[in-house]
Nanobody, 126 residues
Framework: QVQLVESGGGLVQAGGSLRLSCAASGGTFSRYTGGWFRQAPGKEREFVAAISWYDGRTATAESVKGRFTISRDNAKNTLYLQMNSLKPEDTAVYYC???????????????????WGQGTQVTVSS
């Protein structure tokens, strides 16, 4: 399994932007579907976005559609989440994830993710 380390979180005002990065090691991340999740205090972890290893197709949660964009740079073994027009309700710990095994069929939000990073805090002030 790949090991994942997130970075790029921080404190931002509502309407601002952040870009999260997720550096992968221990495997060829380009062969895995990647995803972003988030967990706010007192809430369950929720899906944010996913991107296929095969053709780069993406899936995005309705709550962030049009504001967040997932992308990847396979040469750098890195996953990104560009977050624009941030809202206070986006405040959460954000986690990146890799699918359980490489070369999986595209399943978007229902992908079986197994490898998780330690998370990065995003706080949006009103």
């Amino acid at each position: 399994q790949v090991q994942l380390v997130e970075s790029g979180g921080g404190l931002v005002q509502a309407g601002g932007s952040l870009r999260l990065s997720c550096a992968a090691s221990g495997g060829t991340f380009s062969r895995y579907t990647g995803g972003w999740f988030r967990q706010a205090p007192g809430k369950e972890r929720e899906f944010v976005a996913a991107i296929s290893w095969y053709d780069g197709r993406t899936a995005t949660a309705e709550s962030v559609k049009g504001r967040f964009t997932i992308s990847r740079d396979n040469a750098k073994n890195t996953l990104y989440l560009q977050m624009n027009s941030l809202k206070p309700e986006d405040t959460a710990v954000y986690y990146c994830a890799a699918e359980t095994r490489p070369y999986g069929y595209w399943r978007g939000p229902t992908t079986d993710f197994a490898s998780w990073g330690q998370g990065t805090q995003v706080t949006v002030s009103s």
